[in-house]
């Protein structure tokens, strides 16, 4: 929630440059959002460190193949929807799903910040020991 603001708090207010994780799912309910968070990014990052911790859900990748309406809701702000079912649906929400994860890809390398995925199926200390690593390696040769 309100990731774009923080990041302008966060260069208004820290005056020595520092190391920051943003951790969220950077889903956003709207292209506008996405292209203020980038905004926002790029300008803390002028000064900050920022990597941010992506957590993604496997079950929210791709509709179930049910071919039956499904109710999602926004847990943020409550409101819901239904969504046709079929392999059509499926298909739309997968294309929406992965442009929506490339703009957010796009923002950060675009600031040139680092982003890591973590699942919630998979070892959060596994994804970043390797993101260290390379991290140390990209860094120091």
């Avoid at 179930?64 to 999602?72: E, N, R, T, Y």
């Avoid at 675009?110 to 020991?129: E, F, K, P, Q, Y």
């Amino acid at each position: 929630t309100g990731l774009a603001e923080a990041l302008d708090e966060l260069a208004r207010v820290a005056k020595r440059r520092s190391v920051c994780f943003v951790v969220s799912d950077f889903l956003f309910p709207a292209e506008a959002q996405v292209d203020r968070f980038a905004s926002s990014l790029a300008r803390a990052s002028r000064r900050h460190d920022i990597v941010g911790l992506r957590v993604a859900d496997p079950g929210e990748e791709a509709l179930p193949d049910s071919g039956a309406p499904l109710v999602i809701e926004d847990p943020e702000s409550g409101a819901s929807r239904v969504l046709a079912g079929g392999t059509r649906a499926r298909r739309r929400y997968t294309e929406i799903w992965n442009a929506a994860r490339a703009r957010v890809d796009t923002a950060f390398r675009g600031s040139g910040c680092d982003l890591v995925d973590l699942r919630t199926d998979g070892s959060a200390l596994a994804a970043l020991t390797r993101f260290f690593r390379e991290r140390r390696r990209r860094i120091h040769g």
